[in-house]
């Protein structure tokens, strides 16, 4: 009486009540199924149960058993499922009707704009318990939480895993026929059928996940049978479906994949990649041998590559290999490699795709798929070099989209896997990202930008430092002419990278990166100049107290033989001779600005000799005011009572008669 009243309740008008029920009447079909792990423990006497439950506890531990299936027994009887036939039987009459129960679970979806407008204006229009209804309604709103098992992003935090067990503990119930789950695939196939209706669709997703995993159960026969119904109509829900429901897809297929044999999901795999990419790859074998070679599996299908034509479909079906990527792990390599191999033998699929939401969900699958255990750095570094070689066969508007494709695939890696996995993507396409940002596309510019200031606060490995140096030069050495901007690129990148990496850089490394700022001082290009020296400046402050002090003497004579070596400019027209005695002043301005709030005993002579520079014309005494400016701004809470004492009368004059041109209160 009492399982049939939870039964009776799947179909009632409240809807606490059938979500009581479904959970009740789940926890009674998983806890007492024929096919459930069951432990009899016998004991002879009361006084014997103790120790017997400790020892069935440690038992359990170590084969991680079910806990409900646990009995203490003094007979040998058995449990049998007989008692729960009304049960059965009542749910293969009414599953019409539960799956209705199941549907109308979701109210928040299947509200229309206008509905939800409504019930906005009546909470506001509630007087006196307002603030009740509001917490009624926040209670009601929240009561489906996100399935906590899911790091899938964009979770749909609708999927409701309890409705999936709730049809698996259905299904799997004795007896397990054809005719028991044929009754739950026709069900899936008219709610699937209205794609439209997201209710419709998560309520779907919850009955074919449930299927499937109780085919984990089912002989080989209902097995291979059930497939053989639910595949067709998968693959056309999910090609069919809304945008806005892909979540609660990619949800059932997280669930499905996560902890199972992947060769009872091999073939739901294939669909998902058969459907993504237009092929019809038969990649079972590779599940149980990864490094099967799949070019000669991989067929083009054409009716399945004009589906792929719309940008939604390509969007979608790529989000669906997403779960196979995040649960099978070392397991999931059998789906890059897949994937890799359509790649190589058509670029222009999703790599250049004319789609930004398309290009930005594939350089996220990519840079997932560095992150599977098991995928060699050789593999990656294939695929890097695949990508480099294709961009000179693309046509301007096919290049712009795979640079954008490119950046989406660095971050994506920098985000889900370790620089020891994303080492080979780090090193291949960084030169791609620097050299990015002076594209024309504004918003191809724009992310390689967000994608270089992204690399350069990275920390990577001691061994990589040389290589990104190594980068940094040959981006400088290609840029020519109108390129220059590459070089102040350059300069922003090693304002963060340098001293990010100071405690990892060995010597020869620090003055390699030196080297290549002092490089920039005397560059023709005012802008470049300036980058220059703030990349000094941070580089400078990155070195500690100690080894900055016995650098700083050699430095001040450095740029002081710059100076004295170019004789001061008549007019401020730049030339070859003005733009080295600019980069010896910024030199100086670079020392200086490594102390923004203290005097040590070298600065009062080397600002003297730095502001008698500053009536010189052009850029040389722009930069001399600056940075005088910003000194007397940084220091002037303590110069009146520390700092002014620290120069002599001939200092303060020198800095007097340079105030007189600037105001650094601006």
Avoid at 338 to 361: C, G, M
Avoid at 386 to 398: A, G, R, V, Y
Avoid at 560 to 571: L, R, S
């Amino acid at each position: 009486d009492v399982v049939m009243f939870f039964a009776r309740g799947l179909t009632s008008d409240v809807a606490a009540m059938r979500r009581l029920c479904v959970k009740s009447v789940t926890r009674i079909l998983e806890s007492f199924s024929a096919k459930r792990v069951h432990l009899s423990v016998p004991i002879r006497n009361r006084d014997e149960l103790h120790t017997a439950q400790q020892d069935a506890s440690l038992l359990i531990d170590c084969n991680h058993l079910p806990t409900t299936a646990v009995t203490y027994d003094y007979t040998s009887e058995e449990r049998g499922d007989e008692r729960y036939a009304p049960l059965l039987a009542f749910v293969r009459q009414h599953i019409g009707a539960i799956v209705e129960a199941l549907i109308d679970d979701h109210p928040s979806l299947a509200a229309t704009d206008d509905e939800r407008g409504s019930r906005s204006r009546r909470r506001k229009g509630a007087k006196g318990a307002g603030e009740d209804v509001m917490k009624l309604v926040a209670t009601i709103e929240a009561r489906h939480s996100r399935w906590p098992s899911t790091f899938v992003s964009r979770s749909s935090n609708a999927f409701n895993p309890q409705h999936a067990r709730f049809v698996r503990a259905l299904c799997a119930s004795q007896p397990m026929s054809r005719d028991t789950i044929q009754a739950w695939v026709d069900e899936f196939a008219r709610v699937g059928a209205e794609t439209s209706k997201r209710d419709h669709q998560c309520t779907a997703a919850e009955i074919f996940a449930g299927i499937v995993r109780a085919l984990d159960d089912a002989e080989p026969a209902v097995r291979d049978d059930t497939i053989g119904r639910v595949e067709p109509l998968v693959a056309q829900f999910t090609r069919a479906t809304q945008p806005v429901s892909v979540s609660d897809w990619m949800d059932a297929l997280r669930l499905v994949y996560s902890d199972a044999d992947p060769r009872r999901s091999a073939w739901l795999v294939r669909t998902m990649f058969n459907a993504a990419l237009g092929t019809r790859a038969q990649i079972d074998s590779a599940v149980a041998l990864p490094d099967l070679s799949l070019r000669d599996a991989l067929q083009v299908d054409d009716e399945l590559r004009a589906r792929l034509s719309a940008p939604a479909i390509q969007l979608k079906q790529m989000r669906l290999l997403v779960p196979a990527l995040m649960e099978l792990t070392t397991r999931g390599r059998f789906v890059c490699d897949a994937v890799w191999e359509v790649l190589l033998a058509s670029p222009q699929s999703y790599l250049a795709s004319p789609f930004k939401s398309v290009r930005e969900e594939f350089g996220k699958f990519l840079g997932m798929s560095v992150a599977i255990r098991g995928v060699s750095a050789e593999r990656v570094a294939q695929l890097v070099a695949w990508f480099s070689s294709s961009l000179e066969d693309l046509s301007e508007d096919s290049r712009k989209n795979a640079l954008m494709t490119a950046m989406f695939w660095l971050v994506h890696a920098l985000h889900f896997a370790s620089i020891d996995e994303s080492r080979g993507v780090y090193l291949g396409l960084l030169e791609t990202a620097l050299m990015a940002q002076a594209h024309e596309n504004l918003d191809t510019s724009t992310l390689a930008k967000f994608t270089a200031m992204l690399t350069s606060w990275t920390v990577v490995r001691g061994d990589m430092i040389a290589q990104v140096l190594d980068t940094l030069q040959r981006v400088v050495d290609s840029a020519t002419g109108r390129q220059w901007h590459l070089n102040s690129y350059v300069m922003q990148f090693l304002r963060v990278f340098v001293p990010r990496h100071s405690l990892l850089m060995t010597a020869d490394e620090r003055k390699c990166a030196h080297n290549l700022m002092l490089s920039q001082l005397s560059h023709a290009q005012v802008e470049v100049r300036l980058a220059a020296q703030q990349a000094l400046t941070s580089a400078l402050m990155s070195v500690g107290p100690r080894k900055f002090d016995r650098m700083v003497g050699k430095w001040t004579k450095k740029f002081g033989k710059w100076i004295k070596a170019n004789p001061k400019p008549t007019e401020s027209k730049s030339n070859g001779s003005a733009r080295q005695r600019h980069g010896g002043i910024l030199g100086w301005a670079a020392l200086v600005a490594t102390q923004p709030f203290d005097v040590p005993e070298w600065m009062p002579s080397l600002l003297a000799r730095f502001a008698s520079h500053s009536n010189e014309p052009g850029s040389i005494g722009d930069s001399v005011r600056t940075t005088l400016s910003e000194f007397m701004r940084t220091h002037q809470d303590q110069w009146e009572l520390v700092f002014k004492d620290r120069f002599t009368e001939q200092q303060l004059d020198a800095i007097a008669s340079a105030k007189q041109k600037f105001n650094y209160f601006v």
